[in-house]
C-alpha cells in the first residue's frame, strides 16, 4: 500500500523559514517523480513543486521560484520542501504527491498534508 | 501560470448527469493532451479521477469521464451518487516541468 506521510509544518513567523518532509513507503520512491501541492484555507489546490528520480528535473511555480527548494534523499524514501522567506499567503495544507515515471504524468497518490501557519 | 478557470459551484439530482468546465490557455490546456482531474472530499487525500483528458485510473467508475476542445477541458459525471459530492479540480501541465490547477469547483447532488 503507497503511504505519503508529511511532516514539519508548523506556526513560523513571517519572512522565516521551515523545512517539510514526506516519507514514503508502499512504492519504488526513486523510480518516480515526487510533488509538492498545497492549500489554503478555504481556496482551491495550488501545484507547488516537482522533482524526478534524480533531481536532475526540478520545476517550481511562479509564486514560490526563488524563495522554496524541492528536494529528495531517495536513500531515505524521503521528499523535501525547504521554504524560505515564507510569507502570509504560503499559509496553507501542503499534501505531498506520487507523479509518474516522467514529470509529464499525473499525481496518483497524496499524503493527508502538514500545516503551515504563517503569523505573527 | 495562473490558475485555470472552473465553475465554482454545480449542482445535480441523483441520476442525472453534470458537466465542470476547466478553461485554461494556448500555453497550458490548449498545448498539452495532459489534463487531469481530481475529487476532493475535505479532510481527506485527493484523488485522482481521470487523467490524460480522457483515461481512467484503475478503479474509477465509468460514469466519469474527461473531453476537451481547444483551451477548455470538461468533466462529465453521469448518474450522479450522493457520494459524488466532492470538490473537483482540473490540473493540466503547463511546460518547464510546471502544473497548474483550476480554482475547484463545489458538486452538490441535490
Known amino acids: 500500500e503507497v503511504q505519503l506521510v508529511e511532516s514539519g509544518g508548523g506556526l513560523v513567523q513571517p519572512g522565516r523559514s521551515l523545512r517539510l518532509s514526506c516519507v514514503a513507503s508502499?512504492?519504488?520512491?526513486?523510480?518516480?517523480?515526487m510533488h509538492w501541492v498545497r492549500q489554503a484555507p478555504g481556496k482551491g489546490l495550488e501545484w507547488v513543486s516537482c522533482?524526478?528520480?534524480?533531481?536532475?528535473?526540478?520545476g517550481y511555480a511562479d509564486s514560490v521560484k526563488g524563495r522554496f527548494t524541492i528536494s529528495r534523499d531517495n536513500a531515505k524514501n524521503s521528499l523535501y520542501l525547504q521554504m524560505n522567506s515564507l510569507r502570509a499567503e504560503d499559509m496553507a495544507l501542503y499534501y505531498c504527491?506520487?507523479?509518474?515515471?516522467?514529470?509529464?504524468?499525473?499525481?496518483?497518490?497524496w499524503g493527508q498534508g502538514t500545516l503551515v501557519t504563517v503569523s505573527s | 501560470q495562473s490558475a485555470l478557470t472552473q465553475p465554482a459551484s454545480v449542482s445535480g439530482s441523483p441520476g442525472q448527469s453534470i458537466t465542470i468546465s476547466c478553461t485554461g490557455t494556448?500555453?497550458?490546456?490548449?498545448?498539452?493532451?495532459?489534463v487531469s482531474w481530481y475529487q476532493h472530499h475535505p479532510g481527506k487525500a485527493p484523488k485522482l479521477m481521470t487523467f490524460?483528458?480522457?483515461n481512467r485510473p484503475s478503479g474509477v467508475s465509468n460514469r466519469f469521464s474527461g473531453s476537451k476542445s481547444g483551451n477548455t477541458a470538461s468533466l462529465t459525471i453521469s448518474g450522479l451518487q450522493a457520494e459524488d459530492e466532492a470538490d473537483y479540480y482540473c490540473?493540466?501541465?503547463?511546460?518547464?516541468?510546471?502544473?497548474?490547477f483550476g480554482g475547484g469547483t463545489k458538486l452538490t447532488v441535490l
Open positions: 508502499g512504492f519504488t520512491f526513486d523510480d518516480y517523480v
Open positions: 494556448s500555453s497550458d490546456v490548449g498545448s498539452y493532451n495532459l
Open positions: 522533482i524526478n528520480w534524480n533531481s536532475n528535473t526540478i
Open positions: 490524460e483528458v480522457s
Open positions: 504527491a506520487k507523479g509518474g515515471d516522467f514529470v509529464l504524468e499525473p499525481f496518483d497518490y
Open positions: 490540473c493540466s501541465y503547463a511546460g518547464s516541468s510546471a502544473w497548474v
